[in-house]
């Protein structure tokens, strides 16, 4: 089994992590880093559940290779808020329009708003709903999502 | 582990990753690996061998020359909807690109990856066959039409895809989903005018892409005399050639009329 020394940096943590040439990013985060907000889902890509932040854009940690990432910052769910004791304004709307049932796909649907917003930081609703087209949800319907989306964009432009 | 395990090679120049798909037995190629990593999952008969190129920084860059734009064949379906000359000569390819799968995908997928990978749901073949691109691969140029046309080649890395700066003066796409709109393309058809030239190409399901009709402005002329009819019946008589699943056909027909309306009105 071929083995890879990379370094990343996690949550703006670095790690510098061994890993082998069939390892994917999220059992990295999931498995190495104990990072469990980021969920694994439908591993085929489909689902979103699996949205992490990498080097400024939204990817499926299901789908790319830890060796790939040596040098590479990511953010999961865990380190969106710079506060340990103060969630992100997009968690805070989420929380706040309801936009949580379950929950398991909350993670993936957060960091594809927060990758939405940071493109586009007034989006409308259209663009909300092409940009969080990546992320399933089997509770909500969704219009709570957009209620949320919208709500956030709104607290981060104050 | 959620892979099988196989080789990984990491090559950082163009010419270190052709010499290993000489040397390897059955190379396989990552390129963004939405694809691949997906079919890998699932296969059981897959190559021991993956060369990725994802450190290759020559096959990131997009470049606007005299008579073309030439576009790297690890350029991200995002990126390139995000790039200036892209934004100001080929606004329609940003269009339909930002229709294609989800955000995630689009930020990991690249042009190559797509173009070469033979799935008959790559949406960019259709699309670089209406605007008539060239590939060129480390050992020779090619036009794309001839290039899907050929087995598919496994043996050659795609450096770069180059589109001629005609001015697109008129276009028109439609295409379907499976089931919504981020999902795989069932079919599609893509008309562009750029001078006096009008291309249709369509993406036809469950075959690969084709192009249709390269003609001068007869389009123009045809769709002026009200004759809609006569040409969706040369259009499903050539789809009748490759395609023989009527419900494909009957899909593809319909993307052909939708796109031909939207191409009347403009």
């Keep these: ?158 | 582990m959620i892979l099988k395990n196989f080789n990984y090679y990491r090559p950082q120049t163009i010419k270190e990753a052709q010499e290993l798909m000489n040397s390897l037995e059955s190379p396989l190629i990552l390129a963004g690996g939405t694809f691949v990593l997906t079919f890998f999952k699932k296969s059981n008969d897959f190559s021991k061998n993956i060369i990725g190129l994802k450190n290759i920084k020559e096959l990131t860059a997009i470049k606007k020359e005299k008579e073309y734009i030439s576009i790297g064949s690890m350029v991200t379906l995002d990126n390139l909807c995000r790039n200036d000359f892209i934004k100001k000569d080929f606004s329609f390819l940003m269009q339909v690109i930002s229709e294609v799968a989800t955000p995630q995908i689009r930020n990991m997928a690249s042009i190559g990856g797509n173009i070469c990978s033979g799935l008959p749901w790559a949406d960019l073949a259709y699309l670089m066959l209406a605007l008539d691109a060239e590939l060129v691969f480390v050992d020779k140029k090619i036009k794309i039409n001839e290039f899907l046309d050929l087995p598919k080649e496994k043996k050659v890395i795609l450096k770069e895809i180059k589109i001629s700066l005609n001015k697109i003066t008129r276009y028109a796409f439609t295409r379907i989903p499976r089931l919504n709109n981020t999902d795989i393309t069932q079919g599609a058809v893509c008309i562009i005018e750029a001078g006096d030239k009008v291309r249709i190409s369509a993406n036809l399901g469950n075959n690969f892409a084709r192009i249709f009709k390269e003609t001068q402005s007869n389009l123009n002329q045809m769709l002026k005399k009200d004759q809609e009819k006569d040409l969706i019946n040369i259009f499903s008589k050539e789809l009748n050639l490759v395609q023989k699943d009527e419900y494909l056909r009957e899909i593809i027909v319909n993307c052909f009329k939708k796109s031909l309306r939207i191409y009347a009105k403009i």
């Design chain 1, 1 to 158: 089994m071929q083995k890879y020394n990379i370094e990343i940096k996690v949550n703006g943590k670095n790690y510098e992590l061994e890993v082998n040439s069939n390892t994917l990013l999220v059992e990295v985060i999931r498995d190495q880093l104990l990072l469990n907000g980021t969920k694994n889902a439908c591993n085929n890509g489909e689902c979103g559940s699996c949205t992490v932040i990498m080097n400024a854009k939204s990817v499926l940690s299901c789908l790319i290779l830890a060796a790939d990432c040596n040098g590479a910052e990511i953010t999961t769910i865990e380190g969106l808020s710079n506060d340990l004791n103060k969630l992100h304004p997009i968690q805070e709307a989420f929380v706040e329009k309801g936009a949580i049932q379950c929950g398991f796909c909350t993670p993936g649907m957060i960091l594809s708003a927060k990758y939405l917003l940071d493109t586009n930081p007034d989006p409308s609703e259209e663009e909300i709903k092409i940009g969080m087209s990546g992320n399933l949800c089997r509770c909500t319907g969704y219009v709570k999502i957009i209620e949320a989306v919208k709500e956030a964009s709104r607290k981060i432009k104050k």
